[in-house]
């Protein structure tokens, strides 16, 4: 790929959350999760500010960061456990067939 073609693979884009604005240089193709990312933190900064409304932006941060955190290490978990009960299943499914 020449060089011309792979700066155009990157592009800036503005994105505002937490009262603030970012424009990271990303691949065109990353566009709409970036995006979808910045909406994510943002409502959940919402939801923390009407439950918290007296807390400051740091508290309403740091309590999405927890959230965040605590959603990926849960989808890891379940991830895990589908991927022990297939392997679990494939093992059955081959003794089965040595019958």
């Excluded at 849960?74 to 009960?85: A, G, M, Q």
Aim: charged share 40%; net charge positive.
């Amino acid at each position: 790929m020449n060089k011309e073609r792979m700066e155009d693979d990157f592009f800036n884009i503005t994105i505002n959350f937490a009262e603030k604005t970012f424009k990271p240089r990303i691949k065109r193709s990353q566009e709409k999760l970036y995006r979808n990312a910045a909406n994510c933190v943002e409502n959940k900064i919402q939801a923390y500010r009407k439950k918290y409304p007296k807390q400051d932006m740091d508290t309403h941060l740091s309590l999405v960061s927890l959230d965040l955190a605590l959603e990926l290490l849960k989808e890891k978990e379940d991830k895990s456990s589908v991927r022990l009960r297939i392997e679990k299943l494939v093992e059955e499914l081959e003794e089965n067939l040595k019958k």
